[in-house]
């Protein structure tokens, strides 16, 4: 016994023990990582990092996808944190400066989309819904409902809460390049949304994929690194384009390619299923919405440039964009392309977006409001 402990004792002179040596060694680094991310917090915190929006939980009880109501926001993209824009949330949860009010007798106009429509990059007084608001007042409230991802479907359930719950007269429904296949439940389910998925006649029908907000929503909305991560620098996106990189380089799947912000294939599955959506689209909108055809318009975003439109044709979006019109115009809507108007000679050279962002910027906000202003719907709303 007199032995074991002369051991332990020469042991404890010659230095720590393996394990507290390990300790060190791997205790350390990670001390040192948690430090750093506990400054990168605190300094994120003090600078324009972009917040989101903070969705509400969407189910068959609360069916309408909305933002939580009077909340700030701040938005920004990049790496650098550039293109700065403070704004809020109303008092019904839309991303708009004014309050939204169901009993106010101005009439109202609704317009519905996806970010084009919500608009968060642009400045508020330049966007579509406040020029028209501005060109309007005191004939008509012109009030917006939209949500970024939003695809098509999705636009059937705002468009029918802006008449029934608003009293909305007319509604201005904006169309865009994903916003085709990413209504189809089989391509793309996004939490909180309306898409199409097949019954068990093979119908294609309405379904709402809930949207449960939990604590890991919660942590990363309260936490100024995890959103720097995932909304500016966009971290899985990043990574998914990676993934899409390896499966190229090793034959198993094609190279990404975009054109109108969507992929341009055009597999017979993919436009087979979009095509069926929408007819079920067009079958579901009047008794969704509630409206006469007169009270309907759909603006229509194009490639923008010759050059842009040269390199999409017979993309997805060249196809599909050109269905959307045909279905539409042969039903009796009124659709407006906003191509023509993008490439009129007067407007030869002007850009309608950002050179790191495709969203519409000020400029295309304005040439879709004198669209707007300039049509049919409108000026019979306004009689």
């Known amino acids: 016994m007199q032995r074991d402990g002369r051991a332990g004792d020469a042991e404890s002179a010659t230095g720590p023990s393996r394990a507290s040596r390990l300790a060190t060694a791997f205790g350390l680094p990670v001390l040192s990582v948690v430090l750093c991310l506990i400054v990168a917090e605190v300094v994120l915190h003090f600078m324009p990092v972009a917040s989101g929006?903070?969705?509400?939980?969407?189910?068959?009880?609360?069916?309408?996808?909305?933002?939580?109501?009077?909340?700030?926001?701040?938005?920004?993209?990049?790496?650098?944190?550039?293109?700065?824009?403070?704004?809020?949330?109303n008092n019904e949860g839309w991303i708009d400066d004014q309050d939204y009010r169901r009993d106010d007798p101005t009439p109202l106009l609704a317009i519905v989309g996806d970010s084009y429509i919500e608009a968060q990059m642009v400045p508020y007084a330049d966007t579509m819904q406040v020029r028209l608001g501005?060109?309007?007042?005191?004939?008509?409230?012109?009030?917006?409902?939209?949500?970024?991802?939003?695809?098509?479907?999705?636009?059937?359930?705002?468009?029918?809460?802006?008449?029934?719950?608003?009293?909305?007269?007319?509604?201005?429904?904006?169309?865009?390049?994903?916003?085709?296949?990413?209504?189809?439940?089989?391509?793309?389910?996004?939490?909180?949304?309306?898409?199409?998925?097949?019954?068990?006649?093979?119908?294609?029908?309405?379904?709402l994929i809930e949207h449960r907000p939990g604590v890991g929503t919660s942590l990363v909305r309260a936490s100024a690194l995890a959103r720097y991560l995932l909304i500016n620098l966009q971290v899985m996106q990043?990574?998914?384009?990676?993934?899409?990189?390896?499966?190229?380089?090793?034959?198993?799947?094609?190279?990404?390619?975009?054109?109108?912000?969507?992929?341009?294939?055009?597999d017979e599955r993919r436009l087979r299923l979009s095509r069926a959506m929408l007819d079920a689209f067009f079958r579901d909108l009047p008794e969704r919405v509630g409206l006469p055809r007169e009270r309907l318009l759909f603006t229509l975003d194009g490639f923008r440039t010759p050059a842009t439109a040269e390199a999409g044709r017979g993309s997805y979006f060249d196809l599909m964009r050109q269905a959307f019109l045909a279905k539409a115009r042969s039903l009796g809507y009124e659709v407006i392309d906003l191509d023509p108007l993008f490439m009129a000679p007067a407007r030869a050279g002007l850009r309608y977006d950002y050179p790191d962002d495709a969203h519409w910027s000020g400029s295309g906000h304005a040439v879709a409001a004198e669209a707007v202003a300039s049509s049919r719907m409108l000026a019979g709303l306004l009689q």
């Open 238 to 266: 990043h990574v998914w384009r990676v993934q899409g990189l390896v499966d190229w380089l090793f034959g198993t799947a094609a190279q990404a390619q975009y054109a109108g912000n969507t992929a341009v294939q055009a």
């Open 53 to 89: 929006l903070g969705s509400m939980p969407v189910d068959a009880a609360h069916p309408v996808f909305h933002f939580a109501p009077n909340r700030p926001f701040v938005f920004s993209q990049g790496w650098d944190m550039h293109r700065v824009r403070h704004g809020r949330s």
């Open 134 to 207: 501005r060109s309007l007042d005191g004939k008509l409230r012109v009030y917006a409902f939209a949500g970024s991802g939003a695809p098509l479907s999705q636009y059937l359930i705002w468009a029918g809460h802006a008449v029934k719950d608003y009293g909305a007269r007319g509604v201005v429904i904006n169309v865009v390049g994903n916003d085709f296949d990413e209504s189809i439940c089989a391509l793309k389910r996004s939490p909180g949304f309306w898409c199409y998925g097949e019954d068990g006649d093979g119908q294609l029908r309405l379904r």
